[in-house]
């Protein structure tokens, strides 16, 4: 039998915990080889704390493990059993494999936002933000332009009653 990616239910925040749990209990186990991988996928995530930037690492699936396994009795038993694992996703009381390619998106975009940090605060093209830091301290304006990449965004600002467009950074604003 092949080895197919499955996802398990834990309690939120757990996930680490239960990962651990699952190891040890393999290593103790005579099934070790039916099971090859635990994920948990993460991405990276940039915020701006106290006027400096802070790079943290948040779960993508919150609650979720998911296991490369072969599924026998003895490895579904293993599992289910697992401190911490409140079950299998999948109709009934039968687990039910992901797809190859559901599995590989998951795990590409995992590889892709642990590289590149991704904002915590999103922008959106038509919000209104207040300019905390900068020459503009206090000033409300409009988003016209969002580069999630750079974390830049351009906004109209009303200054001497006309509008000005102004070249921001995430950081110097907030949302209204």
């Known amino acids: 039998m092949a080895k197919k990616w499955y996802i398990v239910h834990t309690q939120t925040g757990y996930e680490d915990r239960v990962k ?5 209990r393999l290593k103790a ?29 948040r ?10 396994m072969e599924l026998t009795e003895e490895s579904w038993y293993l599992v289910r059993n697992t401190q911490g694992i409140t079950g299998f996703i999948g109709p009934g009381s039968r ?6 390619s559901e599995i590989d998106n998951i795990i590409r975009q995992s590889e892709e936002k642990k590289e590149r940090p991704i904002p915590k605060i999103a922008f959106d093209i038509g919000e209104s933000v207040r300019i905390k830091e900068g020459p503009f301290t206090n000033f409300n304006g ?5 580069n999630p ?3 830049k965004l351009k906004a109209k600002v009303s200054i001497f009653g006309r509008l000005t467009p102004v070249e921001l950074e995430y950081w110097q604003v907030e949302k209204l």
Do not use: C, H
């Not at 005579?30 to 943290?56: A, C, F, H, W």
């Open 59 to 68: 779960k993508v699936f919150p609650g979720y493990v998911f296991i490369e």
């Open 20 to 24: 651990t749990n699952l190891e040890n």
């Open 95 to 100: 687990p039910q494999a992901l797809k190859e």
């Open 29 to 57: 186990s005579l099934i070790n080889e039916q099971i090859s991988q635990i994920l948990i996928p993460t991405e990276k995530v940039s915020e701006i704390r106290d006027g400096k930037k802070k790079i943290s690492e």
């Open 149 to 151: 990449v750079k974390q």
């Open 142 to 146: 409009t988003i016209e332009e969002v």
